[in-house]
């Protein structure tokens, strides 16, 4: 029957339940306007092979474009009856040009290579876009670090106090991950850019076809060495699914940032109206909810990829139809990062930062006390000693309820001989910053070298 590939042996057709699973058009034609690029690709290897005409080839890719204008303007569906995309194409190009030259196009090729050359070349070209999504959010926390450079707020480990630290290394410390994502992709497509056509269901061509003109034709670098791992691996499909999980959780951390800064109880930023959300019934309500969506969203994209990776685990070679499981994850993983990124960017875009609170609290929790023990080993007291000195400065300013900027000279002297006033001149949170001024460091001119680091990478992208 019309739309589907296969029949010959078949007495009769598939039963309803049968098709309605076996059916994949509802997520496949995404893949159509690739499906018929490799087809022009495909054609024009019939013809190098001699099996097809100059006036056929011209023919049958006179027809291709045909259809691709028209699945391009959404006239060309999948009809009901079609299995998946393949068939819906083959249908479309047989209705189109007549049976005896559409039927010469399957020659040599299998949907098994077809599928594993689409996906690929659709990472390929999805991975452009996301690349610019992606590098869009790393600019606006570039934008946001530069804009609030100086700001200093306080450093935490385990949530708890830790250092006082320049907002901007803070922001920054959200954008190196996604660099990496980036470069990953970039790694990626090394991978991606092999074309597994020609590897036919599972062992090769024998119609004299060359798969590195087809691959040369769709833009890939080279084609697969062996036909069987061309058809039946899916682990670069897991790989991407990876890479994209990877940047919803990079998402987000940054997004579990965004949430707690924007509590009354941290009150260091506050998000624009047009990127928050009110309450129903709470009126004084402003809710996180981009931020808390990407969250969320994180675990979706965990769990596509965990669910292909499953798929994959026990298949033995060479393709099996479970392998048709591959792409709904990955799709799905896609599209949320294409709705997700552009609403992230624009929440990061328009924080606003409340620099006195967050400088306010810069040395709460007794924040300074590593500056006290490096002031010490400056004094060259050995480390060991300066940080037990230092713990007991902590101490002593814990049960006596003040700040350790506060004490007095005899105070100091009380906790210990190696202390005296010339510490209180460490003892601010700029004083702190400044001093970290080393590679990497959360000093003003450090944390100036590193976004200068930044874009130069990223314009190596
Ligand atoms: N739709 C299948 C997939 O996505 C490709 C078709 C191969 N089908 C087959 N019966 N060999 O993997």
Redesign the pocket.
């Given at each position: 029957p019309a739309g589907q590939l296969?029949g010959g042996r078949f007495a009769g057709g598939p039963a309803e339940a049968m098709f309605a699973l076996?059916k994949?058009t509802q997520f496949?034609w995404r893949l159509a306007r690739f499906d018929l690029a490799g087809s022009k690709a495909h054609a024009k290897a019939l013809h190098a092979a001699d099996l097809l005409t100059a006036d056929e080839l011209d023919a049958m890719l006179a027809g291709l474009d045909e259809l691709d204008a028209r699945v391009a303007s959404g006239q060309l569906q999948p009809a009901d009856t079609d299995?998946?995309?393949?068939g819906a194409l083959e249908r479309a190009l047989i209705e189109l040009v007549g049976p005896e030259l559409g039927g010469r196009l399957r020659a040599g090729r299998?949907?098994?290579d077809?599928?594993?050359t689409l996906?690929r070349s659709y990472l390929r070209a999805a991975n452009q876009v996301l690349t610019a999504d992606v590098a869009d959010l790393i600019g606006a926390l570039a934008a946001q670090a530069e804009a609030n450079l100086g700001a200093i707020m306080p450093g935490r480990t385990h949530l708890q106090s830790a250092q006082p630290i320049l907002l901007s290394h803070h922001l920054l410390a959200h954008a190196w991950p996604l660099v990496r994502d980036l470069q990953r992709l970039a790694d990626l497509d090394r991978r991606l850019a092999i074309s597994p056509y020609g590897s036919g269901?599972l062992a090769g061509t024998s119609l004299g076809l060359d798969p590195l003109l087809v691959a040369a034709e769709l833009g890939f670098a080279g084609s697969v060495a062996n036909s069987i791992d061309g058809t039946a691996s899916r682990d670069l499909v897991a790989e991407q699914a990876y890479v994209l999980a990877q940047i919803g959780v990079d998402l987000s951390r940054l997004s579990e940032d965004v949430i707690l800064w924007c509590t009354a109880e941290f009150g260091f930023a506050r998000l624009a109206d047009a990127w928050s959300t009110g309450s129903s019934i709470m009126p004084q309500k402003k809710n996180p909810d981009v931020a808390e969506l990407a969250r969320g969203k994180a675990g979706r994209l965990i769990g596509n990829l965990s669910g292909l990776l499953a798929t994959c685990k026990g298949l033995p070679l060479a393709?099996n139809?479970d392998?048709?499981?591959?792409?709904e994850p990955v799709f799905d993983s896609l599209d949320q990062l294409r709705v997700l990124l552009p609403a992230v960017t624009g929440m990061v875009a328009t924080l606003t930062f409340d620099h006195e609170r967050m400088a306010a609290q810069a040395t709460k929790g007794f924040s300074l006390a590593t500056d006290v023990a490096d002031w010490l080993v400056r004094q060259r007291v050995p480390f060991a000693r300066a940080h037990e000195i230092a713990g007991a400065a902590v101490r002593f300013c814990e049960t006596h309820d003040q700040e350790l900027s506060d004490l007095t000279e005899g105070q100091l002297a009380e906790i210990s001989p190696d202390l005296n006033l010339g510490l209180l001149s460490v003892l601010t949170a700029a004083g702190s910053v400044a001093s970290r001024n080393g590679r990497g460091g959360t000093a003003v001119e450090a944390v100036q070298a590193q976004l200068a680091e930044l874009r130069a990478v990223l314009a190596e992208l």
């Amino acid at each position: 029957p019309a739309g589907q590939l296969w029949g010959g042996r078949f007495a009769g057709g598939p039963a309803e339940a049968m098709f309605a699973l076996s059916k994949s058009t509802q997520f496949d034609w995404r893949l159509a306007r690739f499906d018929l690029a490799g087809s022009k690709a495909h054609a024009k290897a019939l013809h190098a092979a001699d099996l097809l005409t100059a006036d056929e080839l011209d023919a049958m890719l006179a027809g291709l474009d045909e259809l691709d204008a028209r699945v391009a303007s959404g006239q060309l569906q999948p009809a009901d009856t079609d299995e998946d995309v393949h068939g819906a194409l083959e249908r479309a190009l047989i209705e189109l040009v007549g049976p005896e030259l559409g039927g010469r196009l399957r020659a040599g090729r299998s949907r098994n290579d077809q599928i594993a050359t689409l996906i690929r070349s659709y990472l390929r070209a999805a991975n452009q876009v996301l690349t610019a999504d992606v590098a869009d959010l790393i600019g606006a926390l570039a934008a946001q670090a530069e804009a609030n450079l100086g700001a200093i707020m306080p450093g935490r480990t385990h949530l708890q106090s830790a250092q006082p630290i320049l907002l901007s290394h803070h922001l920054l410390a959200h954008a190196w991950p996604l660099v990496r994502d980036l470069q990953r992709l970039a790694d990626l497509d090394r991978r991606l850019a092999i074309s597994p056509y020609g590897s036919g269901a599972l062992a090769g061509t024998s119609l004299g076809l060359d798969p590195l003109l087809v691959a040369a034709e769709l833009g890939f670098a080279g084609s697969v060495a062996n036909s069987i791992d061309g058809t039946a691996s899916r682990d670069l499909v897991a790989e991407q699914a990876y890479v994209l999980a990877q940047i919803g959780v990079d998402l987000s951390r940054l997004s579990e940032d965004v949430i707690l800064w924007c509590t009354a109880e941290f009150g260091f930023a506050r998000l624009a109206d047009a990127w928050s959300t009110g309450s129903s019934i709470m009126p004084q309500k402003k809710n996180p909810d981009v931020a808390e969506l990407a969250r969320g969203k994180a675990g979706r994209l965990i769990g596509n990829l965990s669910g292909l990776l499953a798929t994959c685990k026990g298949l033995p070679l060479a393709y099996n139809r479970d392998l048709q499981e591959d792409k709904e994850p990955v799709f799905d993983s896609l599209d949320q990062l294409r709705v997700l990124l552009p609403a992230v960017t624009g929440m990061v875009a328009t924080l606003t930062f409340d620099h006195e609170r967050m400088a306010a609290q810069a040395t709460k929790g007794f924040s300074l006390a590593t500056d006290v023990a490096d002031w010490l080993v400056r004094q060259r007291v050995p480390f060991a000693r300066a940080h037990e000195i230092a713990g007991a400065a902590v101490r002593f300013c814990e049960t006596h309820d003040q700040e350790l900027s506060d004490l007095t000279e005899g105070q100091l002297a009380e906790i210990s001989p190696d202390l005296n006033l010339g510490l209180l001149s460490v003892l601010t949170a700029a004083g702190s910053v400044a001093s970290r001024n080393g590679r990497g460091g959360t000093a003003v001119e450090a944390v100036q070298a590193q976004l200068a680091e930044l874009r130069a990478v990223l314009a190596e992208l």
